[in-house]
């Protein structure tokens, strides 16, 4: 399973999008997609259409998955371990879902998420690429 970021789903609704590609690559790949309850409300800030709403919610297969009080947990203490910076709060709780399921996440704000790997965030890197 992979574990998708708010900017994934950003991509997916954007046109021309070079990171639409690499997701569709996963899924022909057999890969579940997930998002956490944290990155959908991000997405959910929009703008967007109800019908890319839906379409989103379609390709991870309405595996949104819940924010509780393991996760909770988890991300505070991610926030303690990293420095406490201010507007890290959400990169904390998004990586803390998916290390409780031991899923990787994948994100293309590398550097608002390497900072998790040592405490066991397994990062997959989607490396920004140029439009033409």
């Given at each position: ?31 579940q ?18 019908a ?77 690429v140029?439009?033409?």
């Amino acid at each position: 399973m992979i574990h998708l970021d708010t900017n994934l789903l950003i991509d997916l609704v954007t046109i021309g999008s070079p990171h639409i590609a690499v997701i569709r690559q996963w899924l022909e790949d057999g890969e579940q997609l997930a998002v956490s309850a944290i990155a959908w409300s991000e997405f959910l800030n929009g703008p967007h259409t109800k019908a890319q709403k839906d379409a989103v919610q379609a390709i991870v297969e309405g595996r949104i998955l819940d924010f509780t009080a393991k996760e909770a947990e988890q991300a505070s203490r991610l926030f303690h371990y990293t420095g406490r910076k201010r507007g890290s709060h959400a990169d904390c709780m998004i990586a803390a879902c998916a290390m409780t399921l031991q899923v990787r996440v994948a994100t293309r704000n590398i550097a608002d998420f390497e900072k998790f790997v040592p405490h066991g965030l397994k990062l997959l890197p989607v490396e920004t690429v140029a439009k033409p």
